[in-house]
């Protein structure tokens, strides 16, 4: 199934850990053919990770083609891949789902903290 045209990330970032944001974002780079496209999504409450997942893409040979305006309410990216595909490892493992309310709760415990 890869290398592929278009991989859709949508509906994950703001459900994952920022740990597992940055190795599934790495990981599209083992799922892109050169040319492909990554379409992402992740809402722009705090913490506002949308410009740090840009990097992480552009830092990893991706060019972002467009980008929701911040004052949209949410985040979607869309990134071509421009650089040479790296090989898939099976069995890779990219994130776990944690949900948005049990990081919502993480973020307030870690304010009042």
Not at 20 to 47: F, K, M, N, Q, Y
Not at 62 to 73: I, P
């Amino acid at each position: 199934m890869v290398l592929a045209d278009l991989v859709l990330v949508c509906g994950v970032f703001g459900n994952i850990t920022d740990a597992d944001i940055e190795r599934t974002v790495d990981a599209c780079s083992r799922l892109c053919r050169t040319g492909g496209t990554v379409i992402w999504t992740r809402h722009r409450g705090a913490p506002d990770m949308v410009p740090l997942i840009c990097e992480w893409f552009e830092t990893r040979g991706f060019e972002r083609q467009w980008l929701s305006e911040r004052d949209a309410g949410f985040g979607v990216g869309a990134h071509v891949f421009t650089g040479e595909p790296q090989l898939l490892v099976p069995g890779m493992h990219l994130f776990s789902f944690v949900g948005y309310d049990v990081l919502r709760q993480a973020n307030v415990q870690a304010g009042d903290a």
